[in-house]
């Protein structure tokens, strides 16, 4: 089982625009509800790969019917902490005269001691029939940085990481076998501009100094950079023609490296797996929806090159 762990799950308003003009009146020419957030995402992708999982996340308020809902409605096997507090709403903004999106984020409103300690019973229980999980998103108001360090230190099983900043420093020492934030991420990470490619290498190995055995960094459509502490790759994503909805591809990423490595796939070609199953999602409004042929195809137009 694949479990998916998360605090910060959204109801996500996806408002779409033949051309969007800022400041002025402007009519959606399609609108569409539906479940995100980056731990709802992976869960989603990870049950269309294939083989079992789970998604372990706190709702509450009149969007956690509506998520609890789409997610039945597509077989996702999920478990939710019930909250005081509402689950954040969200919306993207899709022009498509200039193939932009906006994203605007509302954070994750706060959850008591007592959701907060829930959440790490259910995560105990959970964690030791997994075989892979992925940890990703960020904490909740007044949540404490260290939390998702608590719930790794139960973890035997493989771990895929996307969080950023101390919260993510802090938990490399537990070795977990890939991590996965964005170029600019790791630059707010580090504390440092990483826009010349020495400078981001050299902050992904920084990172396998100091525990995590895999570093993969996106970037958006460029390449994909995966480091351990001896070796470097370069990973050039295929070319999609049609990008509909780039929100997700890096949490199909996620799910699709750890989907690869509990099917025994090596490090690079689970890597690889993962960026075909990003491209994938591109094809499609909502998110995650992936097609484990599609991605087989995806796939044999990733190019790997290892790097001296």
């Given amino acids: 089982m694949i479990l998916s762990a998360g605090l910060t799950p959204a109801w996500q308003q996806v408002l779409v625009f033949d051309r969007f003009r800022p400041g002025e009146v402007n009519r959606a020419a399609a609108v569409r509800w539906c479940a995100q957030g980056k731990v709802i995402n992976a869960g989603i992708a990870a049950?269309?790969?294939?083989?079992?999982?789970?998604?372990?996340?706190?709702?509450?308020?009149?969007?956690?019917?509506?998520?609890?809902?789409?997610?039945?409605?597509?077989?996702?096997?999920?478990?939710?902490i019930p909250t005081q507090a509402h689950t954040r709403v969200c919306?993207?903004?899709?022009?498509?005269?200039?193939?932009?999106?906006?994203?605007l984020v509302e954070d994750g409103r706060p959850l008591t001691d007592q959701e907060l300690e829930m959440y790490r019973q259910c995560y105990r229980e959970e964690i030791a029939r997994a075989k892979a999980v992925i940890v990703m998103g960020s904490l909740?108001?007044?949540?404490?940085?260290?939390?998702?360090?608590?719930?790794?230190?139960?973890?035997?099983c493989p771990a895929v990481l996307d969080f950023r900043g101390n919260g993510l420093l802090g938990v490399l020492d537990l070795e977990p076998m890939a991590v996965k934030p964005n170029r600019e991420e790791l630059g707010r990470t580090v504390g440092r501009d990483l826009s010349d490619d020495h400078d981001l290498v050299a902050a992904m190995r920084s990172l396998n100094d100091r525990?995590?055995?895999?570093?993969?960094?996106?970037?958006?459509?460029?390449?994909?950079?995966?480091?351990?502490?001896?070796?470097?790759?370069?990973?050039?994503?295929p070319k999609v023609a049609r990008v509909v909805n780039p929100i997700g591809c890096g949490d199909a990423m996620s799910a699709g490296i750890?989907?690869?490595?509990?099917?025994?796939?090596?490090i690079v070609d689970a890597v690889r797996y993962g960026v075909a199953a990003s491209a994938d999602n591109l094809g499609d409004l909502l998110t995650c929806r992936l097609d484990p042929k599609r991605i087989a195809s995806w796939c044999e137009q990733v190019e790997v090159q290892r790097v001296e």
């Fill in 258 to 266: 750890a989907h690869a490595s509990c099917q025994g796939m090596p």
């Fill in 47 to 80: 049950h269309h790969l294939g083989g079992a999982s789970l998604t372990l996340a706190p709702l509450g308020g009149p969007a956690a019917e509506a998520i609890d809902g789409e997610l039945r409605a597509l077989g996702v096997p999920r478990r939710w």
């Fill in 211 to 237: 525990g995590a055995r895999w570093v993969a960094i996106t970037q958006g459509s460029g390449p994909v950079w995966l480091s351990s502490r001896t070796e470097l790759y370069r990973l050039t994503p």
């Fill in 91 to 103: 919306t993207t903004i899709l022009d498509r005269a200039s193939g932009t999106m906006t994203e």
């Fill in 140 to 156: 909740p108001t007044g949540t404490p940085p260290s939390f998702y360090r608590d719930l790794l230190e139960q973890t035997s």
